[in-house]
């Protein structure tokens, strides 16, 4: 199995569970994420969603090229992109706080995954970046869009994906990436977290969201998520992307 659930005292926690791949997306991860997702919906005991990764050197490291490289053309990619970006659409649009406990890098997809939860909360030893522009393509799940949403200064949304790198936990926090970075034991992180936030009832968060989404509705997320898709899309098909993603194969397969 890719991943993990469990359910304790309406924390529902996804955990990605491919420490071997550092915990790269694949289509079975995505059916998790649309289990987990289902379930919030027809279930009033949740109260909040976790997403994190097994082990603690990746919390994700995206979409797992040595599956999806066969993808070639604007259409293939497309078809993958779109899929992970209407999961990532109904994640970010839950009626529960959703948090994304960071335990090691979030790179690329993995960044965009964290981007879309409401809420980052960082191990110090983490770094994470959008770091789709080394393979010639932009952000395609959606986390461009959520970037510009999250309150980030413009200049710095901007730059972090521009720049294409990975940031430290401390510049993370600084740029306000990451809401808390932390020490130790992720466990010990979220109850931290969430001590205060379990005291109210659950019916005050979902009022709050709702007011966030109604937001994002004016401002036609949605559709913006899917522009951004489809101009990744355009770009997977490039000679640049495919010889990125070759070398990047060829590197791997090196070691």
């Not at 779109?82 to 009626?95: C, E, F, H, P, V």
């Not at 949605?222 to 992307?241: G, P």
Request: charge should be negative; charged fraction near 25%.
């Amino acid at each position: 199995m890719a991943y993990k659930i469990s359910n304790k005292d309406g924390v529902l926690t996804f955990t990605i569970d491919r420490e071997e791949k550092r915990n790269a997306v694949n289509d079975e991860v995505m059916e998790g994420l649309k289990e987990v997702i289902t379930y919030i919906k027809e279930h009033e005991n949740v109260r909040f969603l976790v997403v994190t990764g097994a082990g603690e050197k990746a919390f994700c490291s995206g979409g797992d090229l040595s599956e999806f490289h066969s993808l070639h053309t604007e259409e293939q990619a497309f078809g993958m992109l779109s899929k992970m970006g209407n999961i990532l659409y109904d994640l970010a649009t839950l009626r529960v706080p959703t948090i994304a406990l960071i335990n090691g890098a979030a790179v690329g997809g993995g960044c965009e995954i964290a981007t879309a939860c409401d809420f980052r909360l960082v191990a110090s030893h983490a770094k994470c970046g959008f770091i789709q522009g080394t393979l010639a393509i932009t952000s395609g799940w959606g986390g461009g869009t959520y970037l510009f949403e999250r309150g980030l200064r413009h200049d710095r949304a901007l730059k972090m994906l521009v720049d294409a790198k990975v940031y430290d936990a401390q510049l993370l926090h600084e740029i306000g990436w990451a809401m808390r970075v932390f020490e130790g034991s992720k466990e010990q992180a979220l109850e931290e977290f969430i001590a205060n936030m379990r005291k109210i009832h659950p019916s005050v968060h979902q009022a709050y969201k709702e007011i966030e989404l109604r937001k994002w509705k004016e401002r036609n997320i949605y559709d913006r998520v899917m522009e951004e898709i489809r101009l990744c899309a355009k770009l997977w098909e490039s000679d640049a992307h495919n010889e990125a993603v070759q070398a990047f194969l060829n590197k791997s397969n090196s070691k």
